[in-house]
Each structure stands twice: as C-alpha cells, then as structure tokens.
C-alpha cells in the first residue's frame, strides 16, 4: 500500500484529522517512505510506550529480560536502546538550548524552512527545522518522566511545537495535553531554567527528520541524558561554554551541585570546569551568587541553535 492509497484509506475510515494531516505532510516531505511514515505514526500514537521501551522501563523489558534468563541462565544485560549505540545518534538526537535560545523558538511568528543545518545539528540525519502554524503550542506531560517509578515533578514540561505534531499529539494524548500560548511556553521554559532543568530541542527521523519539541530535562529522568552518560552521542552542546572569574567566586560549590553534565568541580577554594564535557546549558550561571560564570561562544561546540539568527542569516543569502 503507497501512501496515496494509505490517505485514501483514512479518508474512508473516518481516521482523525490530525492523522490525516500527518499523513499528507509526510507525503510532501522529500524522501520520507511508507514505512518511515508509519514509524512516524507509531512514535507520535504510542509515544509513551515507545519512549519506555527505549527507556528499559515498560512491562515489555521485563518480559524480555525473563525470557532471556530462562533460555539463557546467567546475568543478562538489561534491554535498553539508550546507550552505546551511536546509530540511534544520527536520527533520534537533541541540540542543548540556553534559555534565550529556547524562548525564541517558541516565540516565532511566521512558519520557518531552515534545511541541512549540519553545523547546528552535527548528525548525518534529522536536522530540519521546518515551523508550520508555529504558534501552536502543546505542552504535554515528560514521556521520560511519565515512565520513571519515582518521576520528578512537575510532569507538564514538554513543548510540542508548529504542526502537524502539535495537533496529533493534543487529540492522541487529551488526558496527558494542553494547548498553551508562546507567553505561557516561556513562563515554562523560565522555571524549569530556576529548577536546574536542561533545555532541549529534539529531531527524529520519525518526525519527518525535522524538530518538533523542547523538553526541559532533568539528569534523573532524560533518556537523552542517560544516553549520552552510557556512550551515546545523543546530544549536541549548545555552542557555548562556560568561563569562571576565579577573583569573584566562593567556591560555594552551587554551581557544582546544580551541573548536570558533571562538568563542573571544586578546586581549593574555587571550581573548574572541563570545557571538552561542558554542554553550555547555562544553569550555573543562574546560581552564582558572584556572578563568577559567564556563558562565552565556544568554536568546539559547533553552532548555537539560535532561530532569529538561522532566519536573518538565511535571509541574506536569498538573491533579491
């Protein structure tokens, strides 16, 4: 069945009309096959299960797990597509945000076509940012949180942004949804930053290889996080590192405890960062109480994912 007929199909069953609308969007998209499209539709219906299952936290895992321990006696290692596999790296991966980054995407107010963003989004795969109705915010309860046995709170966290994810997601999920406007997405986005929450704008392949949310990340719960702590490149930095005055700070030790890269560590009566794992996320900036950090470009960490620039810089480009 090719996707003509799939739509056909929808047509006639009466399918929802956000489903539709991903399925004539996945038919515009370049590239985008059948079967990603139903990868696509699987991901966005059953997010929850498929984010547990990656996780190694669904009833599923455990199944398999006995099975294995029954045909093969002896220690098994857990199921969980999380870490070490670099392949799951180059089309399921997320881009570190500072705030200010955050809050311009959810801000935008026209629809956006930025392709090919390799020195933003440094993966082979799944590094579009294409914003149709981008003032169509949901924000939806943290699947990654959702499957942890002891969560952190708030739940209400994750940012669906444009179409036609915004609306699948509010219709698929009502109970777990609600539509919000930029003003509340930014109020979210500033106190998960106070939390010591990372922000995160995520791409998949599944999501027509493009962006489609910002989670405000926690290192307990994130699977982005648990990935990249077990081997897997699964986040890029946000192209910004960070630089300590060592004349003003205390060596009160805040911005350690708050670091959620571990790149940040005491050092006598100051502390030292190690640039090669810091991500620039900027939540330790927030806690000094000196002001002795300071969020500097770093050439090392690539591009910064910052919408406004990407959309001036593509703007002088264009032949009048």
């Known amino acids: 069945m090719n996707r003509t007929e799939v739509e056909e199909l929808s047509r006639r069953k009466g399918i929802r009309p956000s489903t539709r609308a991903f399925l004539q969007e996945a038919r515009r998209t370049p590239g985008f096959t059948t079967l990603d499209t139903l990868h696509g539709y699987i991901y966005l219906r059953w997010a929850y299960t498929y984010i547990a299952i990656g996780l190694g936290e669904h009833w599923i895992n455990r199944l398999i797990q006995?099975?294995?321990?029954t045909f093969q006696p002896g220690e098994s290692p857990?199921?969980?597509?999380?870490?070490g596999n670099s392949k799951i790296a180059e089309v399921y991966h997320g881009k570190v945000l500072r705030t200010d980054a955050a809050r311009q995407l959810v801000s935008v107010q026209e629809d956006i076509d930025l392709r090919d963003l390799e020195q933003v989004i440094p993966y082979p795969y799944a590094r579009d940012i294409?914003?149709?109705d981008p003032d169509h915010i949901v924000v939806i309860d943290c699947p990654c949180r959702s499957a942890r046995a002891h969560a952190c709170q708030p739940l209400d966290v994750c940012l669906i942004i444009g179409e036609p994810f915004a609306s699948f997601i509010?219709?698929?999920h009502p109970e777990k949804t609600r539509w919000i406007d930029a003003d509340e997405a930014c109020e979210i986005l500033e106190r998960e930053h106070q939390r010591g929450r990372v922000h995160q704008a995520f791409f998949k392949d599944a999501t027509l290889g493009r962006f489609y949310v910002i989670c405000n990340c926690c290192a307990c719960c994130c699977g982005a996080m648990q990935a990249r702590r077990n081997g897997t490149p699964l986040l890029a930095a946000s192209g910004y590192s960070i630089e300590i005055d060592v004349q003003s700070c205390l060596g009160c030790g805040d911005c350690v405890e708050v670091c959620a890269f571990d790149a940040i560590s005491e050092r006598g009566n100051s502390v030292q960062v190690d640039r090669s794992i810091c991500m620039g996320c900027g939540v330790c900036v927030s806690t000094c109480p000196t002001e002795a950090l300071?969020?500097?470009r770093d050439p090392n960490k690539g591009e910064?994912?910052?919408?406004?620039a990407l959309i001036t810089d593509q703007e002088t480009r264009i032949p009048v």
């Open 78 to 83: 857990p199921i969980d597509s999380s870490g």
């Open 130 to 132: 294409v914003l149709r």
């Open 304 to 308: 910064p994912l910052e919408i406004s």
């Open 170 to 172: 509010a219709e698929h």
């Open 66 to 69: 006995s099975v294995r321990r």
């Open 294 to 296: 300071t969020m500097l």
